[in-house]
Nanobody, 120 residues
Framework: QVQLVESGGGLAQPGGSLRLSCAAS???????????MGWYRQAPGKERELVAS???????NSADSVKGRFFISRDNAKHTVSLQMNSLKPEDTAIYYC???????????WGQGTQVTVSS
């Protein structure tokens, strides 16, 4: 099972920026089995939703609500995924979770979550 450790997050003003990072660790077999790395978020009273994800080949998928504002990147050599969040809005306030999908059986691993609060 892949272990995920997130960093970043915190408090930002509307229109501001934050950057989230996530590092994956585990056995060499677990690391090489990673197919997709990405970020989800869950706001109070709402379901967890996809923010953005990226495959090993660099294909991305993102929520319409963050297109043009949030940008996902990966460093495959370091097994990390980052989320640059610009033009933040109060509705971006949520707990953000790093996510990894691995193997042919699509095993899913989650980080512990990091709080992002957008408020003036």
């Amino acid at each position: 099972q892949v272990q995920l450790v997130e960093s970043g997050g915190g408090l930002a003003q509307p229109g501001g920026s934050l950057r989230l990072s996530c590092a994956a660790s585990g056995s060499i077999f677990d690391i090489f089995a990673i197919n997709v790395m990405g970020w989800y978020r869950q706001a109070p009273g709402k379901e967890r939703e996809l923010v953005a994800s990226m495959t090993n080949s660099g294909s991305t998928n993102s929520a319409d609500s963050v297109k043009g504002r949030f940008f996902i990147s990966r460093d495959n050599a370091k097994h990390t995924v980052s989320l640059q969040m610009n033009s933040l809005k109060p509705e971006d306030t949520a707990i953000y979770y790093c996510n990894v999908v691995s193997g042919n059986d699509k095993r899913t691993s989650w980080g512990q979550g990091t709080q992002v609060t957008v408020s003036s």
